[in-house]
C-alpha cells in the first residue's frame, strides 16, 4: 500500500469508524457467539501471497464484529465507561502515523515533554497539591501508565525498595531476603484485584483492610491491623486506598487514613481508577481531600474522560522514590542531554518516563490527552461527567419507585448498585435473562455476599431514554420471573 491508497483507504475506513459510532445503537449490544466462533472463519495460517484491502474490508463485518461487544452502545451499562471521543481517535491516528518508541527523551523529545506538560495541565484540572506536579523544578510530577493495574505495581515496587533501603540503614544486620519475608502491604476488602495481583508480582504478603457498613475503609480498621501486624514482627510499607470501589463506587476515608500512613512510614497510594475523573467538577472535588497524605495517585482518563484506551494517568510527590527503583541506563540509551538543565524545564534528566514504567518503550499516547483537553475544555468535560451523574440518579429513582427492588449502596457518581429483594439466586436469574435478552447489558457484583446488579453508565452518547428503555426491560423481566418463579414455588 502506497500513500496514494492509504490516502483512499484511510478516508474508507474512517467513514465506517464513523458510521459506526453513529449507529452503533442498531446493533445488538452483546454478541451471539460461543467460545471457539472464530477460528473456522479463517484461514489456518497466513497467505502466502497478499490479499486486496477489499476482502480484509469485507471481513470486517463478517468474521469481526459479529464477535464484538459494544462498549460504546448506549444500551451497554457493563463494567465502567470506556472512553472515547472523535478527538481522541484523530490523536491515536497522528500516533500511530508519527509512531516514535519513547524510551528516552532524544528518541522523540516531544513525546517525554508533552506527557509531562499534560499531567501538569490533568492535575491542575483536579487540583492536586502543587507537590505532585512536575511544573519547572517541582520534585513531583506526572507520567501516563497503561493502566490502573500498572500504576499499583510500579507504585508498589516502589515502596518495596524505598523501606528496604531505609530498614537496611537502620539495621544493617537484616539481608535483603529477610526484610522482604517481613514486608505487608494493605488493601481495602472491596479494592480491585489488581492490588492482590501487584503483591504477588512484587513477592510481598497482602492482607485486606476491613471496610465498614458504607464499605470504606476507616483509620481504626486500618490502625487495629497495622498494630497487630507490628506486633508480630512485620514491617507495614504499602497502603492501597481506593476512591471509587469497582463493586459500588464506595470511597476510603483519606483524611483519617493518610495521617496514619505518613506516621507509620507506609507509603499511600490512591486508586481511582474510575471515580478520579468526577473530581474535575468543583462538586465532587471533596471526594479528594486527603490527597495530600499521598506518595501516589492514579485515575483513568480512558474511563470518563473521553481519551480512549490506553491511557491512565499517574502522579508521584517525589519522582525520586520511583527512579530510585527503576533507573538503569546502558551506554546505548544515553544522549548529550542527558544531566540538560534550563530555565524553563528545570532538572529534565529526572524526568525522562522510561525510569517511570514497567516497560521501556512508549508510544505518544499524551497526544490523546492534547487533542481532547483542547477540544472539550474543561467545561465541556465537566457537563459530561454530570450528565452521566444526573442519568445514574434518573435510574437510582426508577428503582426506588418499584417496591420489588432495593437499592445496595449510596449513588455518589455514575454508578447504581441494586437487586430484587430476594435471595442471590432470584438475582442471578434475573440479570441471566437480561444478559440472555441482549437487548442491554449487565455485571454483577457481591456486597456483604449480597449477589447485586450492577448498573454504570458507560456511553458517550447515552441519554434519558435508554435509560428508560432500560429500566422497562429490566422491570418486564423482572415480572416474568417472579411469575415463574412464584409458580415453582408452589408445584413444591
Known sequence: MDAAEFRKRGKEMVDYVADYLEKIDKRQVFPDVEPGYLRPLIADCAPQEPESFEDIFKDIEKIIMPGVTHWHSPYFFAYFPAASSFPALLADMLCGGIGCVGFSWAASPACTELETVMLDWLGK??????????????????????SASEATLVSLLAARTKTIRRVQSEKPELTEAEI?????????????????????????????????????????????????DKAAGLIPFFFCATLGTTPC????????????CNKENIWMHIDAAYAGSAFICPEFRHLLNGVEFADSFNFNPHKWLL???????????????????????????????????????????SRWLQHWQIPLGRRFRSLKLWFVLRMYGVKGLQEHIRKHVRLSHQFEHLVLQDERFEICAEVVLGLVCFRLKGS??????????????????????HLREKFVLRFAICSRTVESTHIKFAWQHISQLATDLLKTWEQNH???
Open 125 to 146: 484540572m483536579i487540583n492536586l497539591p502543587q507537590e505532585f506536579l512536575a511544573g519547572k523544578d517541582g520534585q513531583g510530577g506526572g507520567v501516563i501508565q497503561g
Open 180 to 228: 522482604m519475608g517481613r514486608l505487608v502491604a494493605y488493601a481495602s476488602d472491596q479494592a480491585h484485584s489488581s492490588v492482590e495481583r501487584a503483591a504477588l508480582i512484587g513477592a510481598v504478603k497482602i492482607k485486606s483492610v476491613p471496610s465498614d457498613d458504607t464499605f470504606s475503609v476507616r483509620g481504626s480498621a486500618l490502625k487495629k491491623v497495622l498494630d497487630e
Open 249 to 260: 463506587c464506595s470511597f476510603d476515608k483519606l483524611l483519617e487514613l493518610g495521617p496514619i
Open 307 to 349: 481519551v480512549n484506551f490506553d491511557c491512565s494517568a499517574m502522579w508521584v510527590k517525589k519522582r525520586s522514590d520511583l527512579i530510585g527503583a527503576f533507573k538503569l541506563e546502558p551506554l546505548y540509551l544515553q544522549h548529550h542531554h542527558q544531566e540538560s538543565v534550563t530555565p524553563n524545564t528545570g532538572a529534565l534528566s
Open 424 to 445: 442471590n439466586k432470584l438475582n442471578e436469574a434475573l440479570l441471566k435473562s437480561i444478559n440472555e435478552a441482549k437487548k442491554i447489558h449487565l455485571v454483577p457484583c
Open 490 to 492: 408452589h408445584q413444591q
